[in-house]
Structures are given as C-alpha cells and as structure tokens.
C-alpha cells in the first residue's frame, strides 16, 4: 500500500499561519493586560460616563472626549445590570464642571464587589478596535509595498508596547488612532478611484473618526489641502472642479449626519449665541453674560455679533466639549504641572512629544520608521506615490498640531494617531526582497518582540533600552506615560505576599478609592514644611507611593512635592512600574536616609 505523501504547505498558507498566530498572540497580550491592571485614572471616570449615555441619554458627561468609545465600552457593561450612580449631578451641572470624576468614584464604590469584572468587559471592545487597525494597517502596506511590508506592519502592530498598552483601555485614544487610519485609507481609495459612493464613505468614516476624540480635527484641514492639490496638479478627480466640489459636500454632509447621529441630533441647528461657553476663545475675555446661567465663568463672544444668529451644524454638546477642552489647556499652566527629564515649569514643551517618542517607542521601531523614511525620500516615482506622502503628511499633521498645544506638557498618548500611518509607511522595508533585507525585518521583528514581552501585562510603562527602561521611566516622564493608576491590583498581590503587612499607606495616583480594590490604606503624611511639624512625615511604617508623588505630581490631598521625601529612602518592593512600597523604621529617621539603593 503506497504511502500518501502530503504536499509542502504554500507561501499563502504558511503567511496565513503566521498572521494567525500573531493575531492571536495580540488578543492573548491584551486579554493578560486586561485584567491585570486596573482601571486607569481617566478610565475610571469613562465607563460611568458611558453608561450616563445609555442610561440617562447625557452626553454632558466627559463631555472633553466624544462619546463614542465611552458609549460602546459601556454596552458591554450594561447586561451585567450594575449599580449606578447619581447622574443628575451632571444634568444639573455648569458648562464647567466636570461631573464625571465624582460619578467615577460613586460607580466604582457601589460595584465594588465586582469591579475588575464590571472595568474589563468595558475593556472588550479594545479588543475589536486594535484588531479593526491591524487589519487596515496591514492591508494598506501589502497594497503599497507588497504581502512582506503587509505582513511587517502586521507583526509591529501585534507587539508595539503603545498599541498594547491603549487598546486595553477603555478610553478615546486608541479608537481616535484606529479611526483616524480607517479614514484616511477611505480618502486614498477616494482619490484613487474618485465618485460619489466613496466620497460618501469616507465622510462616514470621518464623522466616526471625529466622534472618539476632537485631535482628529486637526488633520482634517491637512487632508482637504491635500485633495486640492491633486486636483491642482491634474489627478484623477474627474468632473472637473465642479464634481470634485460635488463629491467634496456630499463627504462633508454625510460627515455631519454621522456626528449628529452620535448625539441624537440634540441641539444640532441650535443659535450660537445660546449656547454657554467656558473658554477664552469662545466665552471672551471677560465672558459675555448669558441670562440664567450660573456665575461659574460661563459666557459667550458671538451674543451680539452676526456670527451669533448662525445655526450650529453640529451637537451643541460637541461644541461645548471643544469649548471645555480648550478651558483646560488655558487654564492648566496656572498649575504649574508640566514635567520633562525632571524639570518642572508652568508651561510645557514643543518638542515634549518627539521626546517621548524617542523614549517610548523601541529602537526596533525607530529603525524600521527612519529607514523608512530614507528609503521613501529616495523612491522612484511610482503610480501610488501619493498615498505614501499621505501616510507621513498624516503623521506630522497629527505631531504638528499637539506639540503647538503647549500651555501643558503630560501625556505622550496625545500622539498615538500619528503611529499607525506611520506603522504602516514602515512597511516600506517589505520591498527588498534580498537576505540581507530579509535579515533586517527578522532581526527588528524578533527585537521588538523580545523587548516588549520583557515587560507585559505592564506595556503601558514601556520606555526602550536607551532611556534606561521602564524602571527608569519616571526620570523621563510622568503621568499616564508611565503612572496612570494601572498597578493597584498588582499591589493587591504584593500584600497578599506580605501578610505582616495589615495597614499600608496609601499614596497612589489612582481615582478609585483603595477599599475598592481589598488595599487596607491609611494617609501619608507630608513631607516638613508641608503640614505643622508633629503631623509631618517621615514615619514608621509602611508606605505604598507613586512614582507622580515621588516626583512632584500635585493632586487631591498632595500638595507638589510634598512626599518627595520618600526619595531619600531604599523602597523594599516595588508594585507594576509605578508604585514603591517603602518600609521606614525608627532607624532610617533617625539617620536622616538611606541613600542605598534610593530613587534618584
């Protein structure tokens, strides 16, 4: 009897293998991450603010964010019928305040029996977002640069430590990045094929873009000059100009139709000049009083101009929520709070966010983004050329636009959208088809992933080999770069290590009370000169610290710099990247410090 032999698996089949698996190995990373880290500080205030949506239809709620990704995150949360809070505190609210961090702090006490479950299905649709951008990512680069810059782009995707640590958060940044790529892989199909079908696809997709967070405005204006120009310079618009502006306002209205629909079209059509305002920019300076609203800053620049009896195109809560934006980067370097390599200044840096990429992102990375750029500055022309400057004209609006926000300097994520055109130009590499090509993408590849499984669940405190890595972090940047309330369950664990341990001090940069998570928590006292001499610090005992507080962060309870002197003391455990648990003894304040081993 003959023995079948059966024939070698193809190039396609084995490729197919391989995005399998590395499609699987990014759902596995971010389940992991999912429900070993807790609720993030913003995070924690978004799923109540979700649910607001379904439950009492208020889009007041985070009204600074878009409610999209709030309100699909908040879907999951619903069939486990969870206790809410008090949602009339945000109807009865001024444009000003921001309701959503008491409402946070009430869902998270009155679930608490079941919170980390409740926090991780808000965190499901992470999921689907981050699996929506590899797919377009990895599509866009085959298409451009063949099935090896696809399957490139693929495997950056499936391993970048920022990908990773946003999409398991359920928070607007990583579904504005995902988005913000889908739209602009419409707007090149449109320009490679134009007609009214795809013009009104991507004013669909753009109108969900602009619905999960207001920075994909500012690239809007880059992309409406970039089809003006091909049509200056003759591309394949057809109709001349008046169907190019036909197709133009058929995309715009759908946009404006998709934005409405998020809001219910509630106030969309409303007079400017009755809406209440907070900012400089649309309250004036000082703000223009509006009958029966509360004495809370609120006012408005256009009453009594011709620009005030225009009709709103879009929700005014949408506007309010740029309004209210806008307050906070006005109002935030009164605060002094921007942080930079252990500097602290009132206002921020333009070159922050080049900053934090050069620590953040791995050097396998940066290799394959600056090869990519030289091999692109120095291409043949070819048929999709335009894409391609697509693709990096996206990235730098995106980088352009927050780093001329310097008022306030904290949170690197800022930039995420600029990432995802930019994985995908990196796909660039594919087209080499020698071993020594070959040698290069499997060396980056296999170098990313060493370096950024070194460090999961805790992707969300990546920093590369340069900066020192994540345990060096803070000495480049704070805040959600590194600290942003994800270690709480990991400092459950340490604890539960540690059963001598009955009552921990408790000074961590989290909006969800310690009791939530099982952490029997007392006050940290501040440091001399920040409380009267017999209430001050240090004392026996054990203490759990931030790395925010250790280094200056100022917030509910702490003033800046007010623990920094935990610094001088050699911390015995460490929870995630983020937290130093200290255990200070008579001796050790007798002694003044214990320079050994203490944070610099």
């Not at 990196?426 to 590849?445: E, N, P």
Request: aromatic share 12%.
């Amino acid at each position: 009897m003959a023995t079948e032999v059966s024939s070698p698996p193809t190039p396609s089949r084995t490729w197919a293998a391989v995005a399998a698996a590395l499609v699987a190995a990014h759902v596995g990373l971010l389940t992991w991450g999912m429900w070993a880290n807790s609720a993030t500080v913003d995070e924690a205030a978004h799923v109540p603010a979700g649910l607001a949506v379904w439950h009492a239809g208020d889009y007041s709620v985070y009204r600074v964010n878009p409610p999209l990704p709030r309100v699909v995150a908040a879907l999951f949360v619903l069939p486990a019928e969870p206790a809410t809070p008090d949602y009339h505190l945000a109807a009865a609210a001024g444009p000003t305040f921001r309701a959503e961090w008491q409402l946070g702090v009430q869902f998270a006490e009155r679930n608490a029996d079941r919170y980390r479950l409740l926090v991780f299905l808000a965190r499901l649709p992470g999921v689907a977002w981050s699996l929506a951008g590899m797919w377009v990512a990895a599509r866009w680069a085959a298409e451009l640069f063949g099935p090896a810059g696809g399957r490139l782009t693929l495997f950056i995707w499936a391993f970048e430590p920022t990908i990773l640590a946003q999409a398991q958060i359920a928070a607007a940044d990583l579904p504005a990045a995902v988005s913000q790529l889908i739209t602009a892989y419409a707007l090149a199909a449109w320009w490679r094929r134009p007609g009214g079908g795809r013009a009104g696809v991507f004013g669909a997709c753009l109108g969900l873009a602009l619905l999960t967070k207001f920075t994909v405005l500012a690239v809007v204006p880059v992309w409406a000059a970039g089809g003006i120009g091909k049509r200056l310079a003759g591309g394949p618009w057809g109709g001349g100009w008046v169907g190019a502006g036909g197709r133009a306002a058929v995309a715009a209205a759908v946009c404006l139709g998709v934005v409405g629909a998020g809001y219910e079209f509630h106030g969309v059509g409303a007079r400017l000049d009755s809406l209440a305002f907070a900012s400089g920019a649309f309250a004036g300076t000082p703000p223009v009083p509006i009958p029966g609203e509360a004495a809370d800053g609120a006012g408005n620049r256009f009453r009594g101009t011709w620009a005030g009896g225009l009709p709103v195109p879009v929700p005014a809560e949408y506007l309010r929520g740029i309004d209210l934006q806008w307050r906070d980067f006005e109002r935030m370097p009164l605060s002094g709070a921007s942080y930079l390599r252990g500097e602290w200044r009132e206002r921020g840096w333009w070159y922050f966010y080049l900053y934090a990429l050069a620590v953040k992102l791995p050097h396998a990375v940066q290799f394959l983004l600056v090869g990519a750029g030289v091999l692109f500055a120095l291409r043949r022309p070819g048929d999709r050329r335009g894409e391609e400057w697509l693709l990096w004209v996206t990235a730098a609006a995106v980088l352009v636009a927050v780093s001329s926000q310097t008022g306030f300097t904290h949170h690197s994520r800022y930039a995420l959208p600029a990432l995802p055109p930019l994985y995908v130009a990196a796909g660039r590499w594919g087209l080499g088809t020698s071993a020594a090509w070959r040698v290069a993408r499997a060396a980056a590849c296999g170098w990313l992933a060493i370096g950024s499984l070194a460090v999961c669940p805790h992707s969300l405190a990546y920093f590369n080999e340069a900066a020192g890595g994540p345990g060096q972090g803070d000495s480049h940047l704070l805040h959600s770069n590194i600290d942003y309330g994800q270690d709480m369950y990991a400092l459950r664990r340490w604890l539960d290590d540690h059963p001598e341990v009955r009552e921990i001090g408790f000074a961590c940069y989290s909006s969800v009370p310690p009791r939530v998570f099982g952490i029997p928590a007392r006050p940290v006292p501040p440091g001399p000169g920040f409380a009267p001499p017999g209430q001050c610090g240090p004392r026996p005992g054990y203490y759990a610290v931030s790395v925010a507080y250790l280094r200056g962060v100022s917030s509910v309870g702490y003033a800046a710099h007010s623990l920094a002197y935990f610094r001088r003391f050699r911390p015995v455990g460490r929870a995630g990247y983020s937290v130093y648990i200290y255990h200070l003894t008579e001796a050790d304040i007798a002694g003044g410090r214990n320079e050994r081993g203490a944070i610099p």
